[in-house]
């Protein structure tokens, strides 16, 4: 079974702030990380994804990844309050070739 | 073209009815998914498309029955729902089912309630 693993909240940081949300993952062979916004209500919402070990930055977003560890992470700067919102981690399985969620991490970011 | 159409939004059904959820994508992608998504909880696969053959069914009751009628299009036929299969229902489409993945493009869910 793979397993893919979120803390699931609510995190609650204060505007301005990092937020850094965590995922960790059973399969060492997964090869591919997603992170998904999902508004109450709403589909979810690719926001970064990363392939290689270390880091990778996309406007406020910062996706890390730690393969030995099996371990990757959102870091979101300057949260808003429209940021406010479950963060779902997918792990990319090859040999079953079909993306897994984890619980999601909910997302509280107070003005 | 960038987006995953789904119709309807919402639908509310009958256990005796038979209804049809639509999914429409014009990227050009050779996999599309079907998920459900019950409140607070992830999203959970059903159905797997890739090249418009039924590659993965993850043990869905028959009273779901998925349809690929050409490589943009995807039906959900429902058939004699109960109460519990009340969910969103998301489609989502990727270039390639297997290789290089960039992620799943999602539709805005069809919002289902059984009664």
């Known amino acids: 079974q793979k397993e893919v693993e979120q803390n699931s909240g609510p995190l609650s940081v204060p505007e301005g702030a990092i937020a850094s949300l965590n995922c960790t993952y059973s399969d060492r062979g997964s090869q591919s990380f997603f992170w998904y916004r999902q508004y109450s209500g709403k589909s979810p919402e690719l926001i970064m994804f990363?392939?290689?070990?270390g880091d990778k930055e996309d406007g406020r977003f910062t996706a890390q990844l730690n393969k030995a560890s099996q371990y990757v992470s959102l870091l979101i700067r300057d949260s808003q309050p429209s940021d406010s919102a479950t963060y779902l981690c997918a792990v990319f399985n090859s040999g079953y070739s079909t993306l897994t969620f984890g619980k999601g991490t909910m997302l509280l970011v107070s003005p | 073209d960038t987006e995953v159409t789904q119709t309807p939004k919402h639908l509310v059904m009958g256990m005796t009815n038979k209804k049809s959820l639509k999914c429409e994508q014009h990227?050009?992608?050779?996999?599309m998914y079907w998920y459900k998504q019950k409140a607070k909880k992830p999203p959970e696969l059903m159905f797997v498309?890739?090249?418009?053959?039924?590659?993965i069914n993850e043990s869905v009751p028959s009273r779901f029955s998925p349809e690929c009628p050409n490589s943009s299009l995807l039906n959900l036929h429902l058939h004699a729902l109960q109460p519990e299969d009340s969910a969103l229902y998301l489609c989502?489409?990727?270039?390639?089912?297997?290789?290089?993945?960039?992620?799943?493009?999602f539709g805005s869910g069809t919002r289902l309630t059984v009664v």
């Open positions: 990363i392939y290689s070990n």
């Open positions: 989502a489409s990727s270039q390639d089912q297997g290789g290089p993945n960039y992620g799943y493009t």
């Open positions: 498309y890739s090249y418009e053959k039924l590659s």
């Open positions: 990227m050009g992608h050779r996999a």
